[in-house]
């Protein structure tokens, strides 16, 4: 099954399968039980300096994918990334972030490399 996204911000669903946060950051206003994520891969999310560059600018989009796409493929990222690959392969699992920019986010480029893996 392919991995799906979710903001922070939509309902959770029985449907979602294994909800994994993947921000660096805990989003403000939500507790654990509210959002209902069973692990929190914070180590997975872009470097801050990384997070800080980028600063969600479009025009920076696409240099931005292809350095986290760079620290994706990097240890202790890349174990990571199969860790995600294998449990999305056994049942269903969403990737839970913050950012507004649903197309230009973290999550965004996570789901494209752990889908390719699978």
Avoid: C
Wanted: aromatic share 8%.
């Amino acid at each position: 099954m392919p991995v799906n996204t979710k903001r922070v911000y939509e309902k959770p669903a029985k449907s979602d399968g294994h909800r994994i946060l993947v921000d660096s950051l805990w989003p403000r206003g939500f507790s654990r039980s509210k959002l209902q994520i069973e692990r929190w891969m914070r180590e997975i999310a872009p470097s801050a300096a990384l997070r800080k560059w980028y600063g969600h600018q479009p025009k920076k989009w696409n240099e931005f994918r292809q350095r986290y796409r760079r620290e994706l493929a990097a240890s202790p990222r890349k174990e990571l990334v199969e860790e995600l690959a294998k449990l999305a392969r056994q049942s269903k699992a969403t990737l839970v972030f913050a950012a507004r920019d649903v197309e230009r986010s973290n999550a965004a480029v996570l789901q494209e490399m752990v889908n390719a893996k699978m």
